[in-house]
Structures are given as C-alpha cells and as structure tokens.
C-alpha cells in the first residue's frame, strides 16, 4: 500500500487564449507570433476575479508566466481583464522581456 502524503484538492478555473504579433503589439523587431492564454477564477472573498496571464510562442513547448491581474466581478469577465492586461505597464513590459529571452535562445 502507497503512503498518503497529501490530499488534493481540485479547483475549477476558467480560460481563454489569444494570439499577440510581437512586432505590432509591442514595437518589437520580431516576427514572433506569441499566444497568450489566461486562466482565471474567484478570489476565496469571492468579490474579485484574479487572472494570470502566461506566454508562449504560437505553437511552442515553453510558457513563461507573465502577469497576475484582479478585477472586479461582474459580466464579460474576458473582456474586461483583456482591458486591465492592456493597460498595465508591467503586462507589456514583462512581455517584450519574454520575447527578448525567445529571441536570446536562437
């Protein structure tokens, strides 16, 4: 018989995907075509939705976690953290520093 060394315990969370031109969006010299995906779901006070953004490059093996961000609850929860994740200085900046450690690794 195998020990019990935890118990776990499984949460729901919600998730959704997009693609990102690195060029474009950031100002880049790149062709990299980055898909950010975000996966998110209720704070335990259950009055915000925290979201965490991650990266990859379209079609590659490696994500790199990117941003956390929180809004309040409420309707169209997608596009609102698209919102607060396209106004944050630290999405975009974290970001653009991904895409130069992809680049790096040419």
């Known amino acids: 018989m195998l020990p019990h060394f935890f118990e776990a315990e499984i949460n729901s969370i919600s998730y959704f995907t997009f693609l990102l031109p690195a060029a474009e969006t950031l100002g880049l010299d790149s062709d990299k075509i980055l898909e950010i995906s975000v996966d ?3 704070v335990p006070d259950g009055k915000q939705i925290v979201a965490n953004a991650w990266a990859r490059e ?3 093996v490696i994500k790199g976690f990117i ?6 609850t409420g309707p169209d929860e997608q596009e609102r953290i698209l919102m607060e994740l396209n106004g944050s200085e630290g999405f975009l900046s974290n970001l653009a520093q991904f895409v130069a450690l992809l680049d790096s690794q040419e």
Do not use: A, E, I
């Open 40 to 42: 998110y779901g209720l």
């Open 58 to 60: 379209q079609s590659g």
């Open 67 to 72: 941003y956390t961000v929180h809004v309040p």
